[in-house]
């Protein structure tokens, strides 16, 4: 299949010119600076006339559920979401049922994503006080990273072994993605709000979650990780970054493809803070806990310094049933959101906040980069044609109704975006244009030049 984009507002590198490109066979075949459609008879024209044309997003932190509780998402829905928002590739945790801690269970994985993915995939294996044997036999170019929960989560995949944690970071064949919040702490917090609640001194609703889950519990297991990282040499990368002290422990003094360690955040640590768990409550329960809006503004100014190296969403659906409920401690931590996450991004910069550049920066070319994923993340000649047509100047509003979601809802409805995603091609094919998603094609699993 070729297809000719012209007259696109291009976004690329740190520049933004117009231009036309030309896909053939899956991949961009050519990069015109002037209009060369009277020489592309046979290819199909897409007019981007008042468009921006960007790499797709690559989400390098989903839950998508599968397999195991599939009641709440699969790959097939949430990947139709994905292409809807722009996402043209992601990486899926292990957090899954069976948890995805063998080589097996990541084969396993990619045929079901093989069957059923629209957008390009991979899969973490997962860290635990056992499998480290496992971890350091596997080729580094079939997984996209270790995930390494260093505070429990949803799935419980906690490594609190000191031995195993320094061999894991001495011995990792790639990346090492950490989630960092420290145990002790949030159990000592968790138990002390539980009395309260038990003698009638506070009441269990959704503003107990960053007391619970503080500043000092992230900054402590994140000090703890890059103090390991130091030591062993470890590719280190420290995901959904909530508060300005961690920005501490990460330097902006190396380009990206030399820094061993760095920092991840997602849309809903710049959006919200805690005085939104008042009125969105559970909605936003996530680990680690949203903070304050100190926070959220050092966040939003790291976006700029070269601190933060990318943006993923964290999407992890769960059941109304299971989110809303009475009871703080019952309640699940996770929301879905990544059909949603770009436009989210897109409204900063209509505020003046962050560049275009500056976005596509932050969740397509630095994730390429990191994971060293092959031909993909930029709009260059002879690499994968993953890429979307954006509208920045259309207004509209977030609606669950309007949401792919197989869990039916996301605490982004109701509030007001200014852009729009139009089409997007994975690996040449037009999968998602003007609200119609075409399920004729599967995504390829990422491959990683390592």
């Not at 490109?21 to 020489?39: M, N, P, S, T, W």
């Not at 109701?414 to 094609?441: D, M, P, Q």
Request: glycine share 6%.
């Amino acid at each position: 299949m070729r297809y000719y984009i012209k007259g696109a507002n291009i976004v690329n590198e740190g520049n933004c010119f117009f231009g036309n490109i030309l896909i053939v066979d899956g991949f961009i075949k050519k990069i015109y600076q002037k209009d060369r459609e009277y020489e592309f008879n046979d290819a199909i024209i897409i007019d981007a006339k008042g468009k921006y044309l960007l790499p797709g997003i690559i989400d390098e932190h989903v839950h998508f559920r599968e397999p195991g509780m599939t009641e709440k998402a699969d790959i097939l829905s949430e990947s139709r979401a994905a292409i809807a928002g722009g996402v043209t590739s992601f990486m899926d945790m292990p957090n899954t049922i069976p948890q995805t801690t063998s080589k097996e269970l990541i084969v396993q994985k990619n045929d079901i994503a093989a069957e059923n993915s629209l957008a390009n995939y991979s899969f973490y294996i997962g860290a635990t006080n056992d499998n480290i044997s496992e971890i350091e036999s596997i080729n580094p170019s079939d997984i996209c990273g270790i995930k390494l929960f260093m505070g429990s989560s949803t799935g419980n995949m906690l490594v609190n072994d000191n031995i195993v944690l320094e061999r894991l970071f001495r011995n990792a064949p790639c990346i090492i993605a950490a989630h960092c919040e420290d145990e002790e702490i949030i159990n000592h917090n968790t138990q002390k709000y539980k009395d309260l609640v038990l003698n009638g001194v506070c009441v269990p609703d959704a503003t107990l979650h960053s007391k619970i889950r503080t500043t000092e519990a992230c900054y402590k297991s994140s000090a703890k990780a890059v103090e390991l990282a130091v030591k062993t040499g470890a590719k280190l990368h420290i995901m959904h970054i909530s508060t300005a002290k961690e920005l501490s422990l990460f330097s902006n003094n190396l380009p990206l493809k030399e820094k061993r360690i760095t920092a991840e955040t997602c849309p809903h640590y710049l959006i919200f803070c805690n005085e939104d768990y008042k009125n969105l409550g559970f909605e936003i329960k996530c680990n680690p806990a949203i903070k304050t809006s100190a926070d959220r503004a050092a966040l939003l100014n790291a976006l700029n310094t070269g601190i933060i190296d990318t943006i993923g969403t964290d999407h992890a659906p769960h059941l109304n049933g299971e989110k809303f409920t009475n009871d703080y401690f019952r309640s699940k931590s996770g929301f879905p959101s990544i059909q949603n996450a770009l436009n989210i991004m897109l409204n900063f910069e209509k505020k003046g906040v962050v560049s275009l550049p500056k976005i596509v920066e932050l969740m397509s070319h630095n994730p390429a980069i990191l994971y060293q994923i092959d031909r993909r993340g930029f709009i260059r000649e002879n690499y994968h044609a993953d890429v979307i047509l954006v509208d920045i100047n259309t207004d509209s509003t977030i609606n669950n109704d309007d949401i792919l979601y197989k869990c039916g809802w996301t605490p982004y409805s109701g509030t007001a975006i200014h852009s729009k995603i139009t089409h997007t091609f994975v690996n040449g094919n037009l999968v998602f244009e003007n609200g119609r998603i075409n399920e004729n094609f599967r995504g390829e699993k990422l491959q990683f030049c390592r």
